[in-house]
């Protein structure tokens, strides 16, 4: 988180000059960028994308702070063995058919055609709404409604950064009635969120969550 921070206090074109972001490897520095189709308007944050494929980070990695990059690849290995261990718990409801450490043993770190990403978040300060633009005016998210694409998400946050919500994929049939649930940071505690992915190898037997 430190390294992080560091590296998101720069001046914003010192961060795309030292990671440029290339949207082919989902690799280096974006800036209020991603529209998410819920809401169709920017997200209001910027990110730093690292995806664990052979060749993608060349070039790309910041060269400041200088402990960024081995912090990076520390975070990566941790959290690899973590969602291993997490899908390893979830195969047999997720793909009850498939032989034990079949989805833990289909990702690789920076293999050839790895797609395992880290994604450095910050969220700078905003300006409160104005009550004086007009009704119409789109709203702002800090990130809008979304399921993830990927198998697993970890997140890691810090105490006192809260904000994050979830709800039940829409298929389920019980978002309606559930609603919006904070999950605010616990010291030492990670979220875990099930992506798209996942949705699509089990066949649905598990959903991603919104």
């Excluded at 559930?178 to 959903?207: F, H, K, Y």
């Amino acid at each position: 988180f430190a390294a992080s921070a560091d590296f998101f206090a720069q001046e914003q074109p010192a961060k795309k000059e030292q990671s440029p972001f290339a949207a082919h490897l989902n690799s280096g520095y974006e800036f209020m960028s991603q529209v998410r189709p819920s809401t169709g308007t920017a997200d209001q944050k910027e990110s730093l994308q690292i995806t664990a494929r052979e060749g993608t980070m060349d070039g790309r990695w910041p060269t400041h702070p200088a402990n960024l990059q081995p912090a990076v690849r520390a975070l990566l290995e941790a959290s690899h063995g973590l969602a291993c261990r997490v899908l390893n718990r979830l195969e047999p409801r997720a793909c009850p058919k498939v032989p034990p450490g079949t989805l833990a043993g289909s990702h690789k770190l920076w293999s050839h055609d790895g797609q395992c990403t880290l994604r450095l978040l910050h969220y700078p300060p905003t300006a409160p709404p104005d009550e004086s633009e007009a009704p119409d005016t789109p709203q702002l998210w800090r990130a809008g409604p979304h399921t993830d694409w990927c198998c697993i998400t970890l997140l890691y946050q810090l105490p006192g950064n809260e904000g994050l919500e979830c709800a039940a994929n829409p298929r389920k049939g019980s978002a309606e009635s559930q609603g919006w649930l904070t999950v605010d940071p616990v010291e030492g505690g990670i979220a875990v969120n099930i992506g798209d992915m996942l949705s699509r190898w089990s066949d649905d037997r598990l959903l991603s969550n919104l």
